[in-house]
């Protein structure tokens, strides 16, 4: 039984633990054959105990288990949401996870994101989701100019900003923040109703698309910025070669 696995084991202490319980109520039942096994009541009580206990480490067995496979499968998550956010250095499709990431895995029904014009202050509203159902109107248009205090102040310092509160409807403010630069913030709105709250593993999340998602944006941008260079070369270089 060394190497049995989680599963066995709890399934053999409940087969036994439900065998316990048979012999208890057979000895209950049949007084006078009991005394043969058991000479006191004394007997019969530690019996109970004993099953009690076990019912107990079965129980505890189980929370853990599931916890567990709970754990490991936001690991699996995070993972996953790492590696696809750096599969890819087109701008486009890094925007297309960061979407994905806030409906799969954060449960954002309502969300924005707003990324920095280069050399600019200016936040253009790069993709949205539900905007339609925004009262707000703050993102409605090509450009955010601001007016939610938790979202500037993510702009501002680069620090994630949870919500609502009195001043603020949103969920939460998610700097994309790359060193000392911040490239933008992913603005979650509104969560699916099944997902009334941000629990305490999506802080890990948030904090993941803090760090990987505005590096991959950079370094998208970046391969966008070269890769457009580099053509214009060739184009020149083709032009000189033809005249």
Avoid: W
């Avoid at 109520?25 to 105990?49: F, M, V």
């Avoid at 019912?55 to 936001?74: I, K, N, P, Y």
């Amino acid at each position: 039984m060394e190497n049995a696995a989680p599963g066995e084991l709890l399934t053999e202490l409940g087969a036994t633990l439900e065998r316990a319980k048979e012999i208890l109520a057979a000895l209950s039942i049949e007084p006078s054959k009991a005394a043969g096994a058991l000479q006191t009541n004394d007997r019969l009580e530690e019996l109970e105990t004993q099953i009690s206990a076990g019912e107990r480490d079965r129980e505890e067995l189980t929370a853990r288990m599931v916890e567990a496979e709970h754990q490991l499968g936001r690991l699996m998550n995070l993972y996953v949401a790492t590696f696809q956010l750096h599969a890819t250095l087109d701008p486009t499709e890094v925007q297309a996870t960061i979407a994905e990431i806030a409906v799969d895995l954060l449960g954002a029904e309502r969300f924005v994101l707003l990324l920095r014009s280069e050399g600019t202050n200016e936040c253009e509203v790069a993709l949205s989701r539900g905007l339609d159902q925004d009262p707000s109107g703050l993102y409605s248009r090509e450009k955010y100019l601001g007016g939610d205090p938790l979202v500037d102040a993510a702009l501002e310092d680069g620090v994630l900003r949870m919500g609502p509160d009195e001043f603020s409807d949103v969920i939460a403010a998610v700097p994309l923040r790359v060193q000392d630069a911040i490239v933008g913030v992913l603005v979650v709105l509104k969560l699916f109703d099944h997902k009334t709250i941000l629990r305490a593993e999506d802080r890990d999340l948030l904090d993941l698309l803090a760090a990987h998602a505005a590096s991959a944006l950079f370094a998208a941008r970046v391969y966008s910025n070269t890769d457009r260079k580099l053509r214009t070369l060739e184009s020149l270089v083709q032009l000189v070669r033809s005249t």
